[in-house]
């Protein structure tokens, strides 16, 4: 059961200026600022004292931006591969995962580490908001938005690409609070965005922010604070799949953050982001050494989504660019982007379970997949000290145990909607909703 806590005390920062200010609200970017860039939180506590496994993610509220708790969270759990290592040669291969594996005390029901997102941008918000949370959503996210915000009756918009449907699963059938539109299939997560962006212009909606807010940002960084408490200093490289790229960024702020902590050394982890091909627009820039994203013709990124295994991979608008984005995370941390074709990842995937004993979604055996092909072309030291992000895992496992509900869409809208329409429609689906008060 998760314990109460106290608010926690930070401020925030403005990357690009580096002007600090109080968080009058729910700020997504710096007052009276001009240059795109992300805004970071600032904690009042600069070494890190967890709570137990009682408080879930909470344990680790000295640096989330949060202002309670929230029924049903658990934090990452990291351990020290054997079968995966010893197959690949490795001595000091660490695993965080995040998803459903009762034996190592993590029942994440919606199997995703998007549930570290969605706990920590959920306990920022407050009771004076008065307002609807909007998030748009590849599947994964939308999943684990809709569970949290179903079990402690927060009203919800969600916003999902309709051939994406097939990730709204879940054990229990999703409260009223919670609504979902869909962009017309044959769209893709930017049409789901577009979608939340038209309902969030509206009074009574508000935008989660993405990559702009703190909370889901240093939410998915505990799963580097899980792994740093555990192996007890910062790690020589960090793997994990990357759409938007906001895990890998958040992976590097929690970085900085341990560093200055002076418990854990100070070490930068070496970013090793991976793209499903061919859709790898990231990836595209990097190696053109672009802090500005390539063209990217939207027919073709459509048709590229449509190959890839990983659907959740398929931003074609990440925060790349803007000041703190993954171009400076990666350029900071001397970090590589790398690409993994599906049959690689399917392997990797079936590796994976045959030697750690569990299920993984398709992102996270890319990720796992770009690992073992730097070590078998042996561009890494066996030596080293690795952190592998499985971002989600166990969910076979999880829907062969349970009886699963389908969130279904209330409504679907064509891709480049009329804008009066969609808004009109929107208020006719949320007005007889009571607006939720902590």
Request: aromatic letters at 10%; hydrophobic letters at 40%; a negative charge.
């Amino acid at each position: 059961m998760t314990q109460s806590i106290s608010p926690t005390r930070y401020r925030l920062q403005s990357v690009a200026s580096g002007k600090i200010f109080d968080d009058t609200g729910w700020l997504l970017d710096a007052p009276g600022e001009t240059q795109p860039g992300l805004i970071r939180a600032i904690y009042e506590k600069k070494q890190l004292e967890l709570k137990g496994r009682d408080y879930g993610i909470y344990t680790f509220a000295d640096w989330l931006p949060v202002k309670k708790t929230l029924i049903g969270s658990y934090a990452p759990v990291t351990y020290k591969s054997k079968g995966l290592a010893k197959h690949l040669g490795l001595e000091n291969l660490y695993i965080t995962f995040s998803g459903y594996w009762p034996e190592k005390g993590i029942e994440m029901s919606t199997c995703s580490f998007k549930e570290t997102e969605s706990y920590s941008v959920c306990a920022r918000m407050n009771g004076q908001m008065n307002k609807i949370l909007v998030v748009a959503s590849a599947g994964n996210t939308a999943r684990a938005f809709a569970r949290v915000c179903s079990d402690n009756n927060i009203p919800l918009l969600l916003s999902v690409p309709e051939d994406n449907l097939d990730a709204l699963w879940f054990d229990e059938p999703i409260k009223e609070c919670v609504k979902l539109i869909a962009s017309r299939s044959g769209g893709d997560y930017f049409d789901a965005i577009h979608l939340s962006n038209i309902a969030a212009s509206m009074d009574m909606f508000i935008a989660e922010g993405g990559a702009k807010n703190v909370a889901r940002r240093d939410g998915m960084g505990t799963t580097v604070l899980s792994a740093v408490t555990i192996i007890g200093r910062i790690p020589d490289y960090y793997f994990q799949a990357v759409g938007s790229g906001t895990g890998a960024i958040a992976a590097w702020e929690a970085n900085l953050r341990l560093i200055e902590d002076g418990r854990f050394g100070n070490k930068k982890m070496k970013l090793m982001v991976s793209q499903n091909y061919p859709f790898h627009p990231i990836y595209n820039a990097w190696q053109a050494d672009s802090r500005d994203l390539l063209p990217y013709d939207d027919m073709l990124a459509r048709s590229h989504v449509e190959i890839i295994d990983a659907k959740v991979l398929s931003n074609r608008r990440p925060p790349y660019s803007l000041a703190g984005g993954l171009y400076d995370a990666l350029k900071d941390a001397e970090g590589e982007v790398l690409v993994v074709h599906n049959e690689d990842g399917r392997k990797a995937g079936q590796l994976f379970e045959e030697t750690e004993g569990i299920d993984i979604h398709p992102a996270a055996a890319i990720a796992t997949a770009s690992l073992i092909s730097e070590i078998e072309k042996d561009r890494i030291d066996k030596n080293a000290l690795i952190m592998l992000n499985i971002t989600g895992g166990g969910e076979e496992r999880f829907q062969r145990e349970n009886e699963l509900y389908y969130l279904k869409p209330e409504l679907i809208f064509d891709i480049n909607p009329d804008e009066e329409e969609v808004k009109q429609k929107l208020e006719k689906l949320f007005k007889t909703l009571t607006i939720y008060k902590s």
